[in-house]
């Protein structure tokens, strides 16, 4: 997840560092906001990223469940087939 938060503290520290600039602030005070800029981004992008790599997983065991629930009952019709006795069987 590491490269998400470069790419995004990058991202927001050029953004913020040629607007400031073009606002006409001097480089020192575009850097320091390009600084603190990229610091916002990358805390952004870890809380967003966090949220749907949660949701992945979540969908995922969500998948398994609902496989291993289908697989319940026609494991259990097998096993109660097998035990009841064949129709026209003498016992």
């Known amino acids: 997840m590491s490269h998400y938060l470069i790419h995004a503290g990058g991202a927001g520290f ?5 607007l400031s600039h073009l606002a006409g602030n001097d480089w020192g005070t575009s850097i320091m906001r390009g600084c603190v800029a990229a610091l916002a981004f990358a805390m952004v992008a870890r809380w967003f990223m966090r949220g749907v790599f949660t949701e992945l997983h979540l969908s995922l065991y969500e998948q398994q469940v609902a ?5 319940a009952p026609e494991a259990d ?3 109660e087939a097998g035990d009841a006795p064949e129709p026209g ?3």
């Open 67 to 71: 496989a291993q629930q289908q697989l």
């Open 89 to 91: 069987a003498d016992a």
């Open 77 to 79: 019709a097998e096993a």
């Open 14 to 18: 050029l953004l913020v560092l040629a």
